[in-house]
Antibody, heavy 122, light 108 residues
Framework: QLQLQESGPGLVKPSETLSLTCTVS??????????WGWIRQPPGKGLEWIGS???????YYNPSLKSRLTISVDTSKNQFSLKLNSVTAADTALYYC??????????????WGQGTLVTVSS | SSELTQDPAVSVALGQTVRITCQGD??????ASWYQQKPGQAPVLVVY???NRPSGIPDRFSGSSSGNTASLTITGAQAEDEADYYC???????????FGGGTKLTVL
């Protein structure tokens, strides 16, 4: 069973960049079975898919965040990362990293990190 | 707004059967997956694909689909099933992932 752990600052100032890293254990990030994704959940609200990356570097972004978003992968460290620019209070959320499986007919999140709360405030 | 629509809240009597639904055009082409989220915890996958359960998920959880509607059925709901449930799929283009707004299940 894969284990994922988010890390990064819990407080980011408005207009600055939110940066998070997810460390994967129990398996290789270079596995062809998975995409690696970020999902967020504002306090008291529902889940929002941010984007996904394959070990080769292919990325899929939520169009509503695409202009501010970069997801990257570091296979040597078994990690993948999220950078979200120009943040506002609306980006305050619990951020989850996840292992995702996609086929021709389905997409699902196989494993989730515990989540890390990022607050955007001055 | 979400491209997958769920009822905000559903209730069920202990031991009875409840169906939680998810509607969206993309569900005509893609199966939904379903997640259970309890307060203060990360979501947990309970059903995916045509009707598959990950290891450790009780067989009282099942999934089905018809037209633009996917359903999660809990047969014989238990007190520990009280949680928020989210559906998830690709969008109609296949290039984006979407979540439903979530359904809060109360077990009476």
């Amino acid at each position: 069973q894969l284990q994922l752990q988010e890390s990064g600052p819990g407080l980011v100032k408005p207009s600055e960049t939110l940066s998070l890293t997810c460390t994967v254990s129990g398996g290789s990030i270079s596995s062809s079975s998975y995409y690696w994704g970020w999902i967020r959940q504002p306090p008291g609200k529902g889940l929002e898919w941010i984007g996904s990356i394959y070990y080769s570097g292919s990325t899929y972004y939520n169009p509503s965040l695409k202009s501010r978003l970069t997801i990257s992968v570091d296979t040597s460290k078994n990690q993948f990362s999220l950078k979200l620019n120009s943040v506002t209070a609306a980006d305050t959320a619990l951020y989850y990293c996840a292992s995702c499986v996609t086929t021709v007919t389905t997409f699902y999140v196989d494993s989730w990190g515990q989540g890390t709360l990022v607050t955007v405030s001055s | 707004s979400s491209e997958l629509t769920q009822d905000p809240a559903v209730s069920v009597a202990l031991g009875q059967t409840v169906r939680i639904t998810c509607q969206g055009d993309s569900l005509r082409s893609y199966y939904a997956s379903w997640y259970q989220q309890k307060p203060g915890q990360a979501p947990v996958l309970v059903v995916y694909g045509k009707n598959n359960r990950p290891s450790g998920i009780p067989d009282r959880f099942s999934g089905s689909s018809s037209g633009n509607t996917a359903s999660l059925t809990i047969t014989g709901a238990q007190a520990e099933d009280e949680a928020d449930y989210y559906c998830n799929s690709r969008d109609s283009t296949g290039n984006r992932v979407v979540f439903g707004g979530g359904t809060k299940l109360t077990v009476l």
